[in-house]
């Protein structure tokens, strides 16, 4: 009877713990599919099912612009924090460059509020022309993906792949043939998991697009944000974009999820 219920609670409260995850979604997708008189009522109906709110936010909202600026900014961003947040972790790891006080900066930076490097970032951009362009949110995102991404990379460098780069090193590679053939392979998969980290964060950033970003350039969580008329907030167009927003993830994973299963593992591990 004891080793019925070790074997049953835990499928207990992770069944809870998805459920928590889930339901929030299939409510978003629920009320994305019904009428705005049926989105509203509590308890929940289904109504009338159709495309109405989806085909409603690309007529009536600038739905598509939102959606490329953000990708935009997320794909640029996310590829140029990253090889400079590999060689970062690499250097940190293999060669303890700045020690333990860099290090320590790399991590304080995280807990900075995000209002902190606006108010700068601001006066910086708009001296030089780079308010309300993709570009100055591009290079306002790495302020936040880099650091992350430097601190999230460094425990893939280290453990075996210094021993191969060695091995690589005593048959004649140099530095950065053993950095470019060995270390990098190794730590594929952390690189890719991180990269979709670094994504989903510049996707979903808000204050910076706020802040920096104006008419031609704002992403879509400004864009969800401003959907709202005389009448107070339409739930269920809302609800279309929010499902729509998320399709870029959803997208992602099914091609990247093993590596970043396997990369946060080694991590972990290591």
Do not use: C
Request: aromatic letters at 12%.
């Amino acid at each position: 009877m004891r080793t019925t219920w070790r074997n049953i609670i835990p499928h207990i409260v992770l069944s809870a713990f998805s459920l928590a995850i889930l339901l929030p979604l299939i409510w978003v997708l629920r009320v994305s599919l019904t009428d705005k008189l049926t989105a509203y009522k509590i308890p929940p109906e289904i109504g009338h099912v159709g495309l109405e709110n989806y085909i409603e936010i690309f007529q009536a909202y600038p739905f598509e612009r939102w959606f490329f600026n953000s990708l935009i900014v997320a794909l640029v961003s996310t590829a140029i924090a990253l090889p400079l947040a590999t060689a970062m972790a690499y250097a940190f790891a293999r060669f303890n460059t700045g020690g333990a006080f860099l290090r320590l900066g790399v991590l304080a930076s995280q807990m900075l509020p995000p209002i902190i490097l606006v108010l700068p970032l601001f006066t910086l951009f708009f001296s030089t022309g780079l308010m309300q362009t993709r570009m100055g949110l591009i290079l306002a995102h790495l302020t936040i993906s880099l650091p992350f991404l430097a601190w999230m990379l460094v425990s893939f460098f280290e453990g075996d792949s210094a021993s191969l780069e060695e091995a690589a090193r005593i048959d004649g590679a140099t530095r950065w043939q053993a950095f470019i053939k060995i270390a990098v392979p190794v730590a594929a998969p952390g690189i890719l998991a991180a990269g979709l980290l670094g994504f989903i964060l510049s996707w979903n950033e808000f204050l910076f697009a706020l802040v920096l970003s104006g008419a031609d350039s704002q992403t879509l969580p400004i864009g969800l944000a401003s959907m709202e008329t005389h009448a107070g907030v339409e739930i269920a167009p809302l609800a279309a974009a929010t499902v729509v927003s998320l399709l870029p993830v959803f997208a992602l994973l099914p091609f990247l999820r093993k590596y970043l299963i396997k990369g946060l593992s080694l991590g972990a591990l290591k």
